[in-house]
């Protein structure tokens, strides 16, 4: 017997390394269980996809888990191809067929070998220096920390994730730093022990601990001063609320008891998004109660529709229960990839020089770059995406949507406050900037300043958000503790 999965992995091109390691690895992630793949890279898409065939015996389990999660991970999925719908295998093979280059019957011996051939991309890992291990990266000043918890006494590190691996597995975790050294600080550690989603409970989310060794202060010091504490409450979600942005439809089920057929679709954009539910921006006012199927499209293809239920409504939108919050793996691969994802960066500018320039230095700083060269590809790109932008930097001087506007756009008319918006421009009359500070942005700049200083405000401004969501936390850690409570004067 064989088991046959498809994978997928997206975002290949952008020069991190992190999808090559994962395909390097899939022997080691498949713990001996790996027989043979076919292997396809698709360059107008950025994307890879195979199809992995693995041996059947006591530990194929295992290795599904552990592939499905490090897939996940680098924003792709892993998915067992007889668990998969006709449709569904269609669109699969389809996307193999329009790979521009192919290799059918990689065997676990050529491995290294058939993956770079495939990529083409020989310089981004060296090959004679092949990954050991799998690599867990932790953004700590970046919004998805929020997906992290650190128990200081046991010095484990908790990731919330509806995916995990299994537990005993050795990975290696980089914690990177905005003041830190290229590359994070890196410690060996151990999945020290993983709960799934069917036993996550409030204060008890479904994810896995790491634990680190004895001895090591920096990684220590570093995660006990960034992350949230690991104190679980009554009143604490079965899993945390990730600030996501993008469009999403909604549709109501027709009047039988048919699930699976919706009636008139309506738009909405997506505000946040957890393992159980979700918040919708939408005028739309649907009554609590009501039952609607909630249509997404995560990160490597494929729609989830998910039947969800109206569990509270305000003036700018409704909050949502999924009925089948843990059901799909399109969706658990999508809310996996959350807390580890890089921090990313929108530059809208219509020069493109700039836009280069300035995305080479975000990317120095660790950053995912998205480049826009106008205030209306700006507004799309920031309405697009499900994995949310952590900020947004553009020029004030554009033809058609302005600066200004886009800066008015996104605070007033889509309410989004929790996005970093840093303007600048070639000359500023101070009116402006004041009109610009008041509309919502957090740092206006001079293009003379430099590309360093726009990194360095996004920065401040991200590390001023993650403090202040952190607060809460350590104020409760400290009241447990008996520590005085400590108030910064000014």
Same mark, same amino acid.
């Given at each position: 017997?064989?088991?046959?999965?498809?994978a997928?992995?997206?975002?290949?091109?952008?020069?991190?390394?992190?999808?090559?390691?994962? *395909?390097?690895?899939?022997p #080691?992630?498949?713990?001996?269980?790996?027989?043979?793949a076919?292997?396809?890279?698709? #360059?107008?898409?950025?994307?890879?996809?195979?199809?992995?065939?693995?041996?059947?015996?006591?530990l +194929?389990s295992s290795?599904?888990?552990r592939? $499905?999660?490090?897939?996940a991970?680098?924003g792709?999925?892993?998915?067992?191809?007889?668990?998969?719908?006709?449709?569904?295998?269609?669109? /699969?093979?389809?996307?193999?067929?329009?790979c521009d280059v192919?290799?059918r019957?990689a065997?676990?011996?050529g491995w290294?070998?058939?993956?770079?051939?495939? *990529?083409?991309?020989?310089?981004?890992?060296?090959?004679?220096? #092949?990954p050991?291990r799998?690599?867990?990266t932790?953004h700590?000043?970046?919004?998805?920390?929020s997906?992290?918890?650190?128990?200081?006494?046991?010095?484990?590190?908790?990731?919330s994730?509806?995916?995990?691996?299994?537990? %005993?597995?050795?990975?290696?975790?980089a +914690?990177?730093?905005a003041?830190?050294?290229?590359?994070?600080i890196?410690? @060996?550690?151990?999945?020290a022990?993983?709960?799934?989603?069917a036993?996550?409970?409030?204060?008890s989310?479904?994810?896995?601990?790491l634990?680190?060794?004895?001895?090591?202060?920096t990684?220590?010091?570093?995660?006990?001063?960034?992350?949230? !504490?690991?104190?679980?409450?009554?009143?604490?979600?079965?899993g945390?609320?990730?600030r +996501?942005?993008?469009?999403?439809?909604?549709?109501?089920?027709?009047?039988?008891?048919e699930?699976?057929?919706?009636?008139?679709?309506?738009g909405?954009? *997506?505000?946040?998004?957890?393992?159980?539910?979700?918040?919708?921006r939408?005028?739309?006012?649907?009554? @609590?109660?009501?039952?609607l199927?909630?249509?997404?499209?995560?990160?490597g293809?494929?729609e989830v #529709?998910? !039947?969800?239920?109206?569990?509270?409504?305000?003036?700018?939108g409704?909050?949502v229960?999924?009925?089948?919050?843990?059901?799909?793996?399109?969706?658990?691969?999508?809310?996996?990839?959350?807390?580890?994802?890089?921090?990313?960066?929108?530059? @809208?500018?219509?020069d493109?020089l700039?836009?280069?320039?300035?995305?080479?230095?975000f990317?120095?700083?660790? /950053?995912e770059?998205?480049?826009?060269?106008?205030?209306?590809a %700006?507004?799309?790109?920031?309405?697009d995406e499900? *994995?949310?932008?952590d900020?947004?930097v553009?020029?004030?001087?554009?033809?058609?949507?302005s600066?200004d506007?886009?800066?008015?756009?996104?605070r007033? $008319?889509?309410g989004e406050?929790?996005l970093?918006l840093?303007?600048m421009?070639?000359?500023?009359?101070h009116?402006?900037?004041a009109?610009?500070?008041?509309?919502?942005?957090? $740092?206006?700049?001079?293009k003379a300043?430099?590309?360093d200083?726009?990194?360095?405000?996004?920065?401040?401004?991200?590390?001023?958000?993650?403090?202040?969501?952190?607060?809460?936390?350590?104020a409760?850690?400290?009241?447990?503790?008996?520590?005085?409570?400590v108030?910064?004067?000014g």
């Amino acid at each position: 017997m064989t088991m046959r999965l498809a994978a997928v992995l997206t975002r290949v091109d952008r020069g991190r390394g992190g999808p090559e390691r994962t *395909l390097l690895l899939v022997p #080691s992630l498949a713990g001996g269980t790996l027989a043979s793949a076919d292997l396809g890279v698709c #360059s107008p898409l950025h994307s890879v996809a195979a199809e992995i065939r693995l041996a059947d015996g006591a530990l +194929v389990s295992s290795a599904l888990e552990r592939l $499905a999660f490090w897939f996940a991970r680098e924003g792709g999925w892993v998915r067992r191809l007889d668990a998969m719908t006709d449709a569904e295998v269609d669109q /699969f093979r389809a996307a193999f067929g329009r790979c521009d280059v192919s290799l059918r019957d990689a065997s676990p011996e050529g491995w290294s070998e058939a993956v770079r051939r495939v *990529l083409g991309t020989p310089g981004v890992i060296d090959a004679a220096a #092949s990954p050991t291990r799998p690599l867990l990266t932790f953004h700590a000043d970046g919004p998805a920390c929020s997906g992290f918890a650190y128990d200081r006494q046991r010095r484990i590190l908790w990731v919330s994730s509806p995916l995990a691996p299994p537990s %005993g597995d050795v990975v290696e975790l980089a +914690v990177e730093l905005a003041d830190g050294p290229p590359g994070g600080i890196r410690a @060996v550690a151990t999945v020290a022990e993983a709960r799934g989603v069917a036993d996550a409970t409030p204060g008890s989310p479904a994810g896995f601990g790491l634990a680190l060794p004895s001895g090591d202060e920096t990684v220590h010091g570093a995660l006990a001063a960034r992350c949230p !504490p690991a104190s679980p409450s009554r009143s604490e979600r079965i899993g945390p609320r990730y600030r +996501v942005m993008g469009e999403v439809r909604i549709s109501e089920p027709v009047p039988r008891d048919e699930p699976l057929q919706h009636g008139t679709l309506e738009g909405g954009y *997506l505000e946040n998004l957890s393992h159980g539910g979700a918040f919708i921006r939408t005028a739309r006012r649907w009554r @609590v109660g009501e039952r609607l199927h909630v249509h997404l499209h995560p990160p490597g293809g494929g729609e989830v #529709s998910i !039947p969800s239920t109206v569990v509270h409504r305000s003036k700018s939108g409704v909050g949502v229960r999924f009925s089948t919050a843990h059901g799909d793996e399109l969706l658990a691969a999508a809310l996996a990839a959350l807390p580890g994802r890089p921090r990313r960066v929108l530059v @809208v500018d219509d020069d493109a020089l700039t836009r280069s320039l300035l995305g080479d230095a975000f990317e120095a700083r660790g /950053f995912e770059v998205i480049r826009a060269p106008d205030g209306e590809a %700006g507004l799309r790109a920031i309405t697009d995406e499900l *994995l949310s932008l952590d900020a947004v930097v553009t020029d004030v001087q554009m033809p058609g949507l302005s600066g200004d506007e886009l800066v008015t756009a996104v605070r007033r $008319a889509g309410g989004e406050t929790d996005l970093v918006l840093v303007v600048m421009s070639a000359t500023l009359e101070h009116e402006r900037m004041a009109a610009l500070i008041a509309a919502g942005a957090d $740092a206006v700049l001079l293009k003379a300043r430099g590309r360093d200083a726009v990194v360095d405000a996004v920065e401040a401004a991200l590390a001023h958000r993650a403090q202040a969501s952190l607060r809460p936390s350590l104020a409760c850690q400290r009241a447990s503790s008996g520590a005085p409570a400590v108030a910064k004067a000014g």
